[in-house]
């Protein structure tokens, strides 16, 4: 049967099944063909054995929905691998320019590691050299070159620290551009949603509400939940008729057998033989 080639449902379309479902439900009033509603069962009641009848109703529209999440998926996928390619081209784009941009962050990076060694080189080697006695003449100047590296050192802190912040905003503004249009579906994706839609209603929903309204056998009195309704034919089989036999019938009684006489042959001499 084609129900069983049918795909389910992806539980994030079970949300627009039902409202293309409350939808048909809400305009009712507008079909002739739907002018039973309340009468016989109402809104609700129509909407459960709808919701029963899931697998029935979605199978109708297989090859739109099939078509949807193929395009969806598609267009998930590009949009995966341009957001990955967005990360990385701003550092390639960068590097392939001159190599200025790299560079700069290279030295942002390396400047204060650097910076900070010598200044600590310069001190300690001042400071021991200013213990002994007689002091070195070059003692001075190596405290002096100390305390340039280390404000050298600190000049490089900050400005990796500004250069950290400005690319974290940067960062953050494009990817709030990014997310602007995303709650807008792709042109081809929305025509393929539109045509399932279409598919549902037309060939899935509004058939099963017609055949629901017609069925006698839904009571709308009944607390329980109204059964499905099918649209597939039931194919009713009947077993062979046995009957047990009449009493005092002789078509019931068993055969009698009489076991057969069997006697011994006489076996004997040829002075035996009878006469």
């Given amino acids: 049967m084609h129900m069983k080639s049918a ?3 992806l539980n994030e ?10 939808e048909a439900l809400r305009n009712a009033h507008e079909r002739p063909d739907l002018a039973a509603v ?12 709808a919701l029963n009848a899931t697998a029935l109703i979605a199978a109708s529209a297989a090859a739109e929905y099939e078509h949807y999440v193929k395009v969806r998926r598609e ?10 390619g967005s990360v990385l081209s701003p550092a390639v784009g960068q590097s392939a320019d001159g190599g200025g ?12 590691v650097l910076a900070g060694t010598a200044a600590a080189i310069f001190l300690l080697v001042g400071y021991i050299l200013k213990m002994l006695s007689p002091t070195p003449s070059f003692a001075d100047a190596l405290l002096t070159a100390g305390w340039f590296f280390g404000a050298l050192t600190a000049a490089a802190i900050l400005v990796a620290a ?23 579906l792709p ?5 393929a949603k539109e045509a399932w839609r279409h598919a549902l209603l037309e060939r899935g929903i509004l058939p099963f509400l017609r055949a629901a309204l017609a069925d006698p056998s839904a009571d709308p009195a009944s607390t329980a939940p109204p059964r499905p309704v099918s649209r597939i034919p039931k194919i009713g089989f009947s077993g062979p008729e046995f009957s047990s036999p009449a009493e005092g019938s002789t078509a019931g009684q068993r055969p009698t057998f009489t076991s057969p006489d069997f006697t011994s042959p006489d076996f004997g001499g040829p002075e035996h033989r009878p006469d």
């Fill in 101 to 112: 941009a790299g560079f700069a962050a290279v030295i942002a990076v390396l400047a204060p």
């Fill in 38 to 49: 309340g009468l016989r069962l109402n809104a609700e009641q129509l909407r459960t054995m």
């Fill in 187 to 191: 042109d081809e994706v929305s025509r």
């Fill in 75 to 84: 267009m998930r996928t590009s949009a995966a691998a341009s957001a990955s």
């Fill in 13 to 22: 379309d079970r949300a627009e099944y039902q409202r293309v479902l409350d």
């Fill in 162 to 184: 500004v250069g950290l912040l400005l690319t974290a905003l940067r960062n953050g503004a494009a990817q709030v551009a990014e997310e602007v249009p995303a709650g807008e």
């Fill in 7 to 9: 795909p389910h449902l």
